[in-house]
């Protein structure tokens, strides 16, 4: 079995906990994403990096909140965490 079944099936199996955490660390990472991406200045490629932060944090929070298949919320979770962190570590740099 893959890496990522073996979390998958984890993330099912203790869903409603999993997803409480996820949601609060999901979008403290977010917040602090927007904010050091405002920190670089209002141009438009900051613009689009906050277009992107936004619409994974929303969208993954609106995926929790419609109760979508876990598999779908666990896969936007993934989503998110790496392309904030990603554009975590370019804005502080």
Known sequence: MST???LLNTYKSGYYGFTTM???VQSCLGGLTAMFI???GVTPV???Q???TVVLCSGFNGAVLAQQPPKLVFNLLIASVVINTLL???NVV
């Open 4 to 6: 990522y079944q073996n």
């Open 22 to 24: 996820s949601v609060m």
């Open 38 to 40: 405002l920190m670089n």
């Open 46 to 48: 900051q613009m689009v």
């Open 50 to 52: 906050l277009f992107f």
């Open 88 to 90: 975590l570590i370019v």
